[in-house]
């Protein structure tokens, strides 16, 4: 028996692996994360699988639901939203399943910032202008962040920052980033990317809290700040291409 970890993906449930979707498609037993997981997935379970809505479990309820299936020698499917790498709780059920000797793999799925970045039509690593990106958070209602990773320490690098979970701390980000970034410095809001509700906001550093107010995202959305989300005219090309590379 094994635990198939596999992310879901942004929202759009073609967005999936090939990988992924075969897994689901013969899986005995799916867990999935409530609404953010696109129903089109479930029906690619077979029509006696057992799916369970974990939106309102617990750590310990999940992992009994794994045990059953295990005694019962049945594979599991474990659906999370987005990729498995960050945010995705992964790391505390497998610790869990680690103790109990159940066996277990990780399929990787797109992650919402990769979406996010299709969406608003930009790579983020622009030659010259940033080459490197956070993926972070804030800290609200969730897990504290751990010394040293609090905004203004990262903002510090200048890179291009994409925060989750972050909707509702827009002045925070502002007052934080400012001073860094600079007010006029370009930020992105993409809420339920990928989805055909998908929203996209462009704006200023200083317009963030309007743009998430007028627009009326309350979850499921990335901010990203940076100059790369700025004039995708003016920087240079990338050496891998040039014809002065030594090949």
Do not use: W
């Not at 980033?177 to 410095?185: E, F, I, S, V, W």
């Not at 906001?201 to 107010?213: K, M, P």
Request: charge should be negative; aromatic fraction near 4%.
């Amino acid at each position: 028996m094994t635990v198939h970890f596999v992310g879901a993906g942004p929202g759009a449930a073609d967005l999936i692996t090939v990988r992924g979707l075969r897994l689901i498609e013969n899986a005995a037993v799916c867990l999935y994360a409530g609404a953010i997981v696109p129903r089109e997935l479930l029906d690619a379970a077979p029509a006696d699988a057992r799916l369970v809505d974990t939106a309102d479990l617990t750590l310990d309820e999940i992992v009994a639901e794994i045990v059953a299936a295990h005694d019962d020698g049945l594979d599991v499917v474990r659906l999370h939203s987005g990729d498995t790498s960050f945010y995705s709780a992964v790391g505390e059920q497998i610790r869990r399943l680690d103790a109990l000797g159940i066996g277990y793999d990780i399929t990787p799925g797109v992650p919402a910032f990769a979406a996010a970045a299709a969406a608003l039509g930009r790579e983020l690593t622009l030659p010259g202008v940033n080459q490197t990106v956070v993926l972070t958070r804030v800290s609200n209602n969730s897990t504290a962040m751990p010394p040293g990773e609090e905004l203004a320490t990262l903002g510090r690098s200048g890179a291009l920052l994409v925060l989750h979970l972050a909707v509702r701390e827009t002045a925070r980000i502002v007052a934080e980033l400012t001073p860094l970034y600079g007010a006029d410095c370009p930020v992105a809001v993409v809420a339920r990317a990928s989805r055909p509700d998908e929203l996209i906001a462009r704006g200023r550093l200083a317009d963030l809290e309007a743009l998430v107010h007028d627009n009326g995202i309350k979850a499921v959305a990335v901010i990203m700040v940076g100059r790369s989300l700025g004039d995708a005219t003016g920087f240079c090309e990338s050496h891998l291409y040039s014809p002065e590379r030594v090949r």
